[in-house]
């Protein structure tokens, strides 16, 4: 067969379903060859929407999604969504095209290096130089891409290599089970916890995986221990649950910090060094176990005294099967404060004030989503309150990224969820300015007949910077700009554009563009300007009046 016909049978053997991406000359034998798969080609409007799409994917299945792009332009192209898978932990593998490797017909013309290019960014990154290679290379990419801790990985297939005529068979996948904890760790990490007595448990971005959710809920069923998540762990357990105590959505003076500070062991699970760390050791200070899929990355406010290294769920319920509650657990100073963030959490919710306030946004969009309903939020200040207010009820159904924390991944993220499921309501919700970034797959939402929701929050400025620039005491310069009609905008891709003026007439309208077909957009003004009171001096102020 042609070389470009086993790249795609290999794809097919390893479960693939989805191409996304942008083909060009280079790509076009693969192109053909794709035409006579099961394998649905999702035509994007920009690579970097292709590659948000393909890891979001990877994040919501565990199985790598795949991008496609040309050389030279294309491929560059998928350079910042390589880092967002890569930092994400969302298995993704990107198929680049190249110019003839055999002979030269354009001299250097749209070459650069994309292996070297895609080296930082990638767990692995090959140019096909043999069509005789493509299984194993096809097998170790992917292998790599869904392997803890999951991430990018890189092919390059030139054009003359995928025309040759090869007589290999794809590489089946190997059976294969994560390692286990060794005994003495998990019976180190068991007599900490009985000898605890203001013990939590922390929930990361690593613990956000289906078998891990179902041995947390059982342990904290089990146990009674409270427990906080970071953004990337946000839905691990139902945040409606009482032992719940909070997402550390700011850096520090939260009520949830204080739960910390009040800790004597934090049992962390899943944790990641790209998320900012909610709690600080020190050398006589609290005691730290970290379960995890890999050891911990040692540095000087994270030195863990017990590591349970191995298969989380595993770990988990080997920790829970050798334990029961102690009677010398005292969580009275954890419940005081969860009392304390509720309340700070519901304040302002049913704020009339327009244009819309946070607190209000965040209420509404949780009133109108069902449980299972997913939000796919792009970056920017709104995603702090989000992550804050906003209770996740499952896994995976608040889709923020903490780790690369990109603009312009909120509506391709959004779309790639509703082709994962179909059958949820999807939200995309995006500031004026991530939306702009990628605003042309509007065109492809729609032609795909997606049923999809699109939250514009317009501010018209970078309001995340602006927050942080009235922190520093600096006077407001260089962060405003201009905005198009967004309703008009929407129906020129033959989406359906919708515009509030009002606060009462959010909730209404959300919950009917959800239940509705088609693409909608929703434009919001919304008032950024007591972010800086709020989230950098009345919260601390009132976490502060507890008297930890």
């Not at 799409?53 to 919501?60: D, E, S, V």
């Not at 919710?349 to 244009?355: E, H, S, V």
């Not at 819309?356 to 939020?377: C, E, M, T």
Request: glycine share 8%; aromatic share 8%; net charge negative.
């Amino acid at each position: 067969m042609k070389a470009s016909d086993l790249f795609v049978t290999a794809l097919e053997k390893e479960g693939v379903e989805f191409v996304f991406g942008i083909p060009g000359e280079e790509n076009l034998d693969f192109l053909d060859s794709l035409s006579r798969s099961n394998i649905r080609l999702i035509l994007t409007r920009h690579e970097q929407a292709a590659g948000f799409m393909a890891a979001t994917y990877g994040r919501l299945t565990g199985k790598s999604g795949v991008c496609l792009s040309t050389l030279g332009p294309g491929a560059t192209n998928l350079v910042t969504a390589a880092a967002y898978a890569q930092l994400g932990g969302m298995p993704m593998l990107m198929i680049t095209g190249q110019k003839p490797v055999k002979t030269s017909k354009q001299g250097q013309f749209q070459i650069i290096d994309i292996v070297d290019m895609m080296r930082p960014l990638t767990k692995y990154t090959r140019q096909l130089v043999s069509g005789a290679n493509i299984p194993s290379r096809v097998r170790e990419a992917m292998r790599l891409a869904q392997e803890e801790k999951p991430g990018a990985v890189h092919l390059e297939l030139p054009e003359d290599i995928a025309a040759e005529q090869v007589d290999e068979v794809p590489i089946p996948a190997s059976l294969v089970r994560r390692p286990v904890a060794e005994d003495k760790s998990i019976h180190a990490a068991v007599e900490m916890i009985r000898a605890a007595k203001s013990l939590l448990l922390l929930v990361g971005a690593g613990a956000n995986r289906k078998r891990t959710c179902n041995m947390l809920r059982q342990f904290v069923a089990k146990l009674g221990i409270p427990f906080a998540t970071t953004q990337m762990g946000k839905g691990v357990i139902d945040e409606r649950d009482p032992l719940f105590l909070g997402n550390t959505a700011l850096s520090s003076n939260d009520f949830v910090h204080l739960a910390f500070e009040a800790a004597d062991l934090i049992i962390n699970v899943g944790h990641d060094v790209v998320e900012k760390p909610p709690f600080f050791m020190r050398a006589g200070g609290v005691k730290v176990i970290h379960v995890n899929f890999s050891s911990a990355s040692v540095d000087p406010v994270y030195f863990p005294q017990v590591e349970v290294e191995g298969d989380i769920a595993n770990s988990i319920w080997r920790l829970k099967e050798n334990l029961e509650p102690q009677p010398n657990w005292d969580f009275s100073r954890f419940m005081t404060v969860r009392s304390a963030a509720e309340a700070s959490v519901a304040q302002g919710a049913d704020d009339d004030r327009f244009p819309i306030y946070p607190q209000r946004l965040v209420a509404d969009v949780r009133n109108a989503v069902q449980k299972r309903g997913i939000i796919a939020l792009d970056n920017g200040v709104y995603k702090i309150w989000f992550a804050r207010n906003y209770k996740a009820t499952a896994p995976n159904t608040v889709l923020l990224d903490n780790a690369l924390a990109t603009m312009g991944a909120g509506l391709p993220s959004a779309m790639a969820a509703k082709l994962v499921h179909p059958d949820r309501q999807v939200m995309a919700i995006c500031g004026d300015g991530g939306f702009m970034m990628n605003s042309q797959e509007l065109e492809t939402a729609v032609r795909l007949n997606l049923d999809l929701v699109v939250l514009v929050l317009r501010d018209d400025a970078y309001g995340m910077i602006k927050w942080k620039q009235a922190n520093m005491g600096l006077k407001n310069f260089g962060l405003d700009y201009g905005n198009p009609d967004f309703v008009k905008y929407a129906e020129a891709y033959g989406a359906n554009g919708h515009r509030v003026a009002s606060s009462e007439e959010l909730l209404p309208l959300l919950s009917h563009c959800l239940d509705s077909p088609g693409v909608h957009l929703i434009e919001v003004p919304v008032d950024y300007s007591e972010n800086d009171r709020i989230l950098n001096h009345e919260i601390q102020e009132l976490s502060s009046s507890l008297g930890f």
